[in-house]
């Protein structure tokens, strides 16, 4: 780990603490040109953390404050993702897979971040999850059923289709413009689907909202 300390932090808002860990690409040409960014005050941009291609990992802002990676969005209903949040940049352009040893490395950070601040696996997402209509990252070249895997995310099962927008919203999603959730479900557990919402769509977020949704007070459904 290495302490690359960036100026563009703040307290968290209203109390808040970490309940959600987001994931981003960098859409770099490199992790140093990245780096230079989250840590310049112009830029008004920042990260937590940020995991080169080759595993190096830096660390730009303390977990107790409030880094600037996740803008508008919201997830569960709750908006200042920011102050919710813990923000992990993976040095990528969204148009490759990741690298194996920026896997791991990610892989052997997500579980001390999810125990210092007791986050569970649904609490990991993607910048697209909470801000669908706005952002793509981490891209279908993201593993997210690696890290299911692992227990550090989730992945739905087979189901019964019920009613993808409602499904979605009791998951977490912001369903105003369900083309970009369609897409943003798609691209984080079905990159490889096209067209309209289908029954596979519907059952497996249906599956999604059964074992993790919650209602829009942020309570166990």
């Given amino acids: 780990m290495r302490w ?3 100026p563009n932090f703040g307290p968290r808002r209203d109390g808040l603490r970490p309940e959600l860990i987001v994931l981003h690409y960098t859409a770099m040409e490199t992790a140093e040109a990245a780096l230079a960014r989250l840590c310049d005050p112009a830029a008004e941009v920042s990260a937590h953390y940020l995991i080169a291609g080759d595993g ?6 303390r977990e107790e404050m409030r880094a600037w990676h996740a803008g508008a969005g919201a997830w569960r209903g709750r908006g200042d993702v920011n102050s919710r949040s813990i923000g992990i940049e993976l040095d990528n352009r969204g148009t490759h897979p990741f690298a194996e040893p920026q896997m791991a490395a990610l892989e052997a950070l997500l579980p001390q971040v999810m125990a210092r601040w007791s986050i569970g696996p649904e609490g990991v997402i993607g910048h697209s999850d909470m801000a669908p209509a706005r952002k793509f990252d981490p ?4 593993d997210w059923s690696r890290l299911a895997r692992r227990g550090l995310a989730v992945w739905p099962e087979a189901g019964q289709a019920g009613d993808f927008a409602r499904d979605a919203a009791r998951f977490g999603y912001p369903v ?7 897409a943003a479900f798609r691209a984080r557990f079905r990159p490889q689907a096209t067209g309209p919402a289908g029954a596979a769509d519907r059952a497996m977020m249906a599956d999604l ?3 993790f ?4 007070t942020g309570e166990s459904a």
């Fill in 4 to 6: 690359r300390p960036s």
């Fill in 56 to 61: 190096r990992v830096w660390q730009m802002v």
């Fill in 139 to 142: 891209g279908p070249r993201f």
């Fill in 176 to 182: 105003e413009d369900e083309a970009a959730l369609l």
């Fill in 209 to 211: 909202a059964a074992r």
């Fill in 213 to 216: 949704g919650v209602d829009r």
